[in-house]
Antibody, heavy 123, light 107 residues
């Protein structure tokens, strides 16, 4: 079964960077996009971008250009997201998510989710 | 970017009620709309994909429909476990965008 295991909560200082991870299991890591989504209380959900681990291709929400950097390590089936120049606006829960396909080939966006990583930016 | 407007932003209903949540798209997205149920402390759970298709494991009291650029998620008979925030997502274009959510509570 598909599982996405994210790294633990982070408390980081303003102006610093943080790198969170999402370890995938139960499927061929290089065959599916990995997406990242931000959840802020009261602000709903925002799509940050995706990476295709098979070739490292990425696509970002323009809003997160320069803020988020997505990478993937095929050897450990782990996707990473680095957030830089952190401010209080970056305090949020971050999810990794993978899409899927039904048996009749419908695309199901964000069919599988990690448990979320809480990032708190505070001095 | 495509804007999705969900209404109402919050609502309360009684057990057994028929509940309908709506999501309006700012431009045409065909059937490329999905719905997610989000409970505190858990990741969102897919409920509906391609506007009208029930995701795996979702009870049959949930259904999705479309009328033009208006999309609905309907619960035919509300159960206590259905209290959550529900989000719609468009996946027709990048960036993917979510609606602002509807918080569903029990009366």
């Amino acid at each position: 079964q598909v599982q996405l295991q994210q790294s633990g909560a982070e408390l980081v200082k303003p102006g610093s960077s943080v790198k969170i991870s999402c370890k995938a299991s139960g499927y061929t890591f290089t065959s599916y996009d990995m997406h990242w989504i931000k959840q802020q209380p009261g602000n709903g959900l925002e799509w940050i971008g995706w990476i295709y681990p098979g070739n490292g291709n990425t696509k970002y929400n323009q809003k997160f250009n320069g803020k988020a950097t997505l990478t993937a390590d095929k050897s450990s089936s782990t996707a990473y997201m680095q957030l830089s120049s952190l401010t209080s606006e970056d305090s949020a829960v971050y999810f990794c998510a993978r899409s899927g396909y039904t048996t009749d080939y419908y695309y199901v966006p964000f069919a599988y989710w990690g448990q979320g990583t809480l990032v708190t930016v505070s001095s | 970017d495509i804007q999705l407007t969900q209404s109402p932003s919050s609502m309360s209903a009684s057990l057994g009620d028929r509940v309908s949540l709506t999501c309006q798209s700012s431009q045409g997205i065909g059937n490329y709309l999905s719905w997610y149920q989000h409970k505190p402390g858990k990741p969102p759970k897919p409920m509906i994909y391609y506007a009208t298709n029930l995701a795996d494991g979702v009870p049959s009291r949930f259904s999705g429909s479309r009328s033009g650029s208006d999309y609905s998620l309907t619960i035919s008979s509300l159960e206590s476990e259905d209290t959550a925030i529900y989000y719609c997502l468009q996946y027709d274009e990048y960036p993917r965008t979510f609606g602002g959510g509807t918080k569903l509570e029990l009366k």
